[in-house]
């Protein structure tokens, strides 16, 4: 493999920077990865079991839909982690926690529109342009979860692309923008509270938290 290829590392850890750092090493070295795990499926000297899960991994990352989701995942790990450097900043101060959140939004808002460029990134990385599934079929699309104005009708016949991107692009997306707007009204509300509450609302947290937060913290 090639030394200058970033090697993805197990995460055992919560932090957005390592997710981030984890995908971005998957996604740039896609192609290396797909051939060392190649290698190893045909090597007779590795043990059974060894060969077994490099040849599954190597099947999975063949897949088209694989491809699609390393690529839409470096572009959202990558805005995430930026977003939570600037809120975990020392000097931030509450405007610019509701800018950065909303910017946030925005970004994750308008990759709906993005489908067919992380489609075609995925085909490039995966070398494969069919979806798992090659069977089209006519389907009930779920209007709960998917735009009213999308298809013809509830008996819209869906192509392969149409079918993943209404099943599994659109949700992840919408499950998202959903958990990034109750994060910020969060912020809305703490930035609308007067000084006296919010110093009020500090020195409750300060009580609950004392070990871990500086008692003079409230007056920061």
Not at 45 to 57: I, Q, S, V
């Amino acid at each position: 493999m090639d030394s200058r290829i970033q090697i993805p590392k197990r995460i055992s850890t919560t932090r957005w920077s390592c997710r981030s750092d984890a995908t971005k090493a998957l996604f740039h070295g896609y192609s290396q990865i797909k051939s060392t795990l190649d290698s190893i499926s045909n090597n007779l000297n590795e043990l059974p079991k060894t060969r077994d899960e490099a040849n599954g991994l190597y099947n999975k990352m063949c897949k088209l839909e694989t491809g699609i989701y390393c690529a839409f995942w470096n572009e959202i790990l990558d805005c995430f982690n930026a977003t939570n450097k600037i809120l975990q900043a020392p000097t931030l101060d509450l405007n610019n926690a509701v800018a950065s959140v909303k910017s946030l939004k925005c970004f994750i808002d308008a990759q709906r529109d993005g489908f067919s460029i992380f489609e075609k990134k995925g085909k490039i990385i995966s070398k494969s342009n069919e979806y798992n599934d090659n069977k089209k079929r006519s389907r009930k699309l779920n209007i709960r979860l998917n735009p009213l104005d999308y298809g013809k009708g509830s008996g819209s016949q869906l192509n392969h692309s149409e079918e993943f991107k209404v099943e599994c692009f659109l949700p992840v997306i919408d499950q998202m923008s959903s958990v990034i707007s109750q994060r910020l009204k969060f912020f809305e509300q703490l930035n609308n509270l007067s000084n006296e509450k919010l110093q009020e609302s500090v020195k409750k947290l300060v009580a609950v938290y004392d070990d871990d937060l500086n008692e003079l913290l409230w007056l920061k």
